[in-house]
């Protein structure tokens, strides 16, 4: 997989033709095969599941906020959530021997720790069955699309179909246009992703995760909204993620586009 913003997610792609081979088998010397983690049977390694029906780590009484990255496959989900875990944007290809990959990472919120469990998930329509596992006991959501393919962009009200379908009614959503590193290739504009975020009543911004721009303030952002309601202080007069996401962008603009 390349963490490039071009991403195309091969990490998730099926093993169809490949049914002998076992989770955690080296994918290293199976670099030709793609993973088994969208297997028509697949299901995922004990601790991953062991992971997903806890709300706290064995070794913390911290709450553990379950945030995914949902999106069409390429749409750069795994490059945003490097650029946020490591602070650097990595060209060049990794392997990974589970499809549905997670990390945690501790932040800070008005001197508070909040741990975030962020869980990268595939993008394409033959594992949608496995993603939506994942969605029952998520906290957070990350939608993301491609300012420069419409068709990811398009595909947002089928994601948001699923997300009202299987996610929890209260979970926290955030619509994201990333690689908006404002090149000639945009398609979709900036006034395109507010309108479709002010329909859905959801939280809205651009993100690049080549230049980091708004990177850290999505998750961070989300860990504001997660610790509120987490503390019992959530009161919708005091604390908007539109409206934080909104001052906080106000503060620090996107450059210049071409387009």
């Known amino acids: ?84 875990d490591t602070g650097k944007f990595q060209p060049g290809n990794f392997s990974a021997t589970v499809g549905i990959g997670f990390t945690n990472k501790v932040v800070t919120v ?26 029952r006991d998520a906290h957070a959501l990350l939608l993301l699309y491609d300012v420069t393919n419409k068709t990811s962009y398009d595909n947002i009200r ?9 996610a929890q009614d209260d979970v926290v959503i955030m619509l994201i246009g990333n690689k908006s590193d404002c090149g000639p290739d945009r398609i979709v504009r900036r006034e395109d992703g507010e309108r479709l975020a002010r329909e859905y009543n959801v939280a809205f911004m651009e993100t690049s995760a080549k230049s980091g721009l708004n990177v850290e303030l999505a998750f961070m952002a989300i860990a504001r909204e997660l610790k509120l309601r987490q503390s019992g202080q959530k009161d919708s007069n005091k604390f908007s993620v539109q409206d934080y996401v909104r001052e906080e962008t106000q503060k620090t603009p996107c450059p210049p586009c071409s387009t």
């Open 110 to 135: 008005d001197n508070s720790r909040v741990k975030l469990q962020i869980w990268d998930t595939a993008g394409q329509e033959r594992f949608r069955s496995v993603t939506h596992a994942y969605y």
């Open 1 to 84: 997989m390349t963490t490039e913003d071009s991403m195309d997610d091969d990490v998730f792609e099926a093993l169809e033709d490949n049914p002998h081979l076992k989770v955690g088998e080296d994918t290293h010397q199976l670099k030709n095969t793609p993973s088994p983690t969208g297997y028509r049977d697949y299901k995922p390694p004990a601790e991953v599941l062991k992971l997903c029906e806890s709300d706290t780590i064995e070794d913390s009484n911290q709450t553990v906020h379950k945030t995914i990255l949902l999106g069409d496959s390429g749409v750069g989900k795994t490059s945003l959530l490097v650029k946020f």
């Open 158 to 166: 089928a994601w948001l179909g699923e997300i009202r379908e299987y």
